[in-house]
């Protein structure tokens, strides 16, 4: 894949990537003898080729790489320096050479915890000697699947054999999926991940059945590309979490406005490895967290541009997965935003104050124009931003970068930056963009070191690093980011008070209906006389399951740090199918803030008598049902009890048999058995009722206040009900709602009559 020109230009209405500088790969192993020395494209040529013989050094390599700020090319020297000679005079020497731009050490890189990925060599924005130190801090943590970052950008190749590991799996998505329960949860987090499931317990190198997973791209483990693989099942075509977006399995594509946020540019790839590379695999590099969920976010195109609108979708889309706490469990820390331009804009910073509001960090790139001007969303002033100035290899301000005393915060390493790209690939760039994933990925290392921490806490630890006069009067901290220092900061702000611990246990994972059920909450470190609050939710549950009729409650923490609560579960006489009872703890009356994780609990729908004499309430699917009722007076629905599929695009046949039957074709959710498109008839959706009586009293029930017209077959001996379009006459643009066989009346001797107030209709 060719890369998209680095300097996009602005366009109206829209924001364009910062450029980026792409320099040929940089090789590890590096001895400290050696020199690199950079010049403006203008230098003259005897300078760059003769000085190093003047000053008895030896080229070893002339690299010539697009600019950061022009369109000429710059060349880079790396130098080695002979024992006889002092490798600082001669950087001195070389500083004052016309057109010199930098000259410093080519120094190797040295860490304590050293991962065997091989590309580790390059990566000295993670190391101890200019760096953010991350490899001093990966002895304490590594990072987490639980922390979850959104990469808002060119989107990911989630398919990288050093990415797909961390890739962000939604589960608002994916717990109502029928075979959800039955994947293992090999960390037992709550959460179920792509390290879960490409674990052996769940897929072992070959195609699982029952878990839906087959390695369609055939590269040898599971991806997201798998899962949004349109014969996988894990798309239903639904929005399960309710958030508006259909089968968001791993974040959102807000250019083409679908599902698969795959990178296409390289620029969002090259930041999420530096967040989230997997380490320890023997391949590639590893990023700042080894461990952690990176939700693909996409806004900007192949070009590198896109709209401020989008951006604005992106942020929300965020803020909006943790305020609706279906992904419980989860940390949702930070935003990565390597993008800028288009001025400031109040929607976009009404975003980010709805992120700052839910507690996620907004990090970004302070842009690459050489300026102190403000550049946005960077310059705007919420508390949750952190605004990112880029570094050398030798501590030094990029020329490039941006700066402000007053607005940008603090510096990380953004030259020459090593990490992933699509396909597969590796390579090096250079911008406030590759500065940015440096700090967001500190941010969530630090969430894994203390769970508990807020937002204002980790910013205040990072902000608090190191200083470097090269951005004193340049930033607002004048520090680089240090992340031993801001380990130490966080630690003194959250004290050692003991961590709080949170935990519900059902008293079975299974129950039918009819049965009584127990739930424990079993709690550490948490004061006695603590009210607790718990809920009750999931597809198809109602206050209608339970005795006492109640999804809230509350509790108190007795002195062994426990309280239970207990229901017991309706034998309700629905056919409605197997319900995922889900438990959680909050802290609050309002249900806003989860403590724990989530239990769930099977409610088998075991309470329907084989023949059943009284009446029962039947409910169909969104699928083709076939439901039959008894000797009763029975309520038969074929559209399902809950939800906003009502059941377009199937026939359902309803059989009453004995007792004053109602067919439901609609109740106060809309018109079932209906397209949606007033200009034409949908055949593909309707009911058919196979034994309707006048003599036993069955009904019809419909939208009350719509338009109904029936008309008899004579040759089907079927009497078909329409929903008219208000010009009372059958046309084309009428919908087909029901067909009723083997009427119970003669042809034509009775009247159709709607009683407002109930909505059914009957012959009279």
């Known amino acids: 894949m060719s890369k998209a020109n680095a300097n996009t230009k602005l366009q109206t209405n829209r924001l364009a990537l910062s450029p980026i500088d792409v320099a040929e790969q940089s090789q590890a192993g590096h001895r400290a003898e050696r020199l690199s020395i950079q010049w403006i494209a203008t230098a003259r040529k005897s300078y760059q080729l003769d000085s190093p013989k003047k000053y008895e050094s030896a080229l070893i390599k002339a690299i010539a790489s697009e600019p950061i700020q022009t369109n000429s090319e710059v060349r880079n020297d790396a130098i080695a320096v002979p024992t006889i000679a002092s490798a600082d005079t001669i950087i001195g020497i ?18 304590q915890f050293e991962p065997n990925d091989p590309g580790l060599g390059t990566l000295w924005g993670l190391g101890s000697a200019k760096g953010i130190k991350a490899d ?14 959104g990469i808002i950008d060119t989107g990911i190749d989630y398919a990288h054999p050093d990415l797909y590991k961390n890739i962000f799996l939604n589960q608002g998505e994916i717990k109502s999926l029928s075979w959800f329960q039955s994947i293992v949860d090999i960390d037992s987090d709550g959460l179920i991940s792509f390290w879960d499931l490409n674990d052996t317990k769940n897929w072992s190198g070959t195609s699982n059945i029952t878990l839906h997973l087959n390695d369609y791209n055939i590269n040898g483990y599971i991806d997201a590309g798998d899962l949004l693989n349109n014969n996988s099942g894990w798309e239903n075509g639904l929005d399960n979490d309710g958030n508006g977006y259909y089968d968001d399995l791993i974040g959102w594509d807000f250019v083409e406005n679908d599902n698969d946020p795959l990178d296409l540019n390289g620029h969002g790839t090259h930041v999420s490895g530096t967040i ?59 935003t990565n935003n390597s993008w800028g331009g288009g001025g400031a804009n109040t929607l976009l910073s009404n975003a980010i104050s709805r992120a700052d509001s839910a507690g996620i960090l907004f990090v970004a790139a302070a842009g ?62 250079s911008g406030t963009s590759m500065a940015t994933p440096h700090v967001t990925g500190a941010a969530a290392l630090l969430a894994t070191l203390a769970p508990t ?20 009067g340049k930033t607002v901290t004048g520090d680089q980011v240090d992340l031993t220092v801001a380990m130490t900061n966080l630690n003194k702000a959250i004290g050692t008070k003991p961590v709080a611990t949170y935990s519900l246990t059902p008293s079975a994972t299974s129950l039918n209906e009819g049965s009584a059920l127990t739930t424990t909450v079993t709690t550490s470190n948490v004061q006695a006389g603590t009210t607790l609050y718990w809920a009750f939710s999931g597809a198809g549950v109602s206050a209608g399951d339970f005795a006492a009729g109640a999804l809230t409650g509350l509790g108190m923490v007795g002195a062994d740090g426990k309280f239970t609560f207990s229901h017991t579960l309706a034998n309700d006489l629905s056919k409605e199918g197997d319900e995922i009872l889900t438990i959680k703890l909050f802290s609050d009356a309002t249900l806003g803030s989860q403590l724990g994780s989530s239990a769930f609990v099977t409610i088998k729908d075991s309470s329907i008598p084989a023949a059943p004499v009284t009446g029962q309430t039947l409910w169909g699917s969104n699928g083709n049902d076939v439901l039959t009722g ?18 377009t695009r199937q026939i359902d046949t309803l059989t009453g048999l004995g007792g004053a039957d109602t067919f439901v074709l609609a109740d106060a959710r809309g018109s079932f058995y209906s397209n949606g498109n007033t200009s034409s008839s949908g055949i593909k959706n309707y009911a058919i009722i196979k034994d309707f009586s006048i003599t036993d009293g069955d009904r019809v029930q419909v939208k009350a206040g719509f338009q109904y017209l029936a008309s008899f077959d004579t040759s089907s001996n079927a009497t078909y009900f329409y929903l008219g379009n208000g010009d009372m006459k059958f046309s084309a643009a009428d919908e087909l709602v029901a067909r009723l066989d083997n009427i119970n009346l003669t042809p034509g001797s009775g009247t159709w009559v709607i009683d407002s107030a109930s909505s059914l209709l009957q012959m009279i």
């Open 630 to 647: 008894g000797s009763g007076s029975d309520s038969i629905a074929g559209i399902s009890k809950t939800g906003k599929n009502l059941g």
């Open 368 to 429: 690459n124009s050489s300026t102190s001007t403000k550049s946005y969303p960077a310059a705007y002033t919420q508390n949750n931003v952190i605004a990112v100035a880029a570094l050398t290899s030798t501590g030094a301000l990029a020329d490039y970068s941006n700066f402000g005393s007053t607005w940008v915060d603090i510096g990380a390493p953004g030259t020459g930056i090593y990490s992933t790209l699509p396909g597969g690939s590796y390579g090096t760039y």
């Open 136 to 149: 001093q801090a990966w002895d304490v943590t590594k990072g987490a699947v639980k922390n979850v970052v």
């Open 453 to 472: 921490a807020t937002a204002a806490q980790i910013k205040a630890a990072l902000l608090d690093g190191t200083a470097n006069g090269a951005l004193a």
């Open 276 to 334: 989230g590379a997997v380490a320890d695999n023997t391949i590639g590099v590893t990023g700042v967290n080894h461990k952690i969920q990176m939700a693909g976010l996409r806004f900007l195109d192949a070009s590198g541009g896109g709209l401020t609108a989008n951006a604005i979708k992106a942020t929300d889309y965020f803020t909006d997965l943790k305020a609706r706490g279906q992904n419980s469990g989860a940390n949702f820390v930070a």
């Open 94 to 111: 070389f500083s004052k050479q016309p057109g010199h731009v930098h000259a410093g050490f080519d120094r190797q890189i040295s860490i």
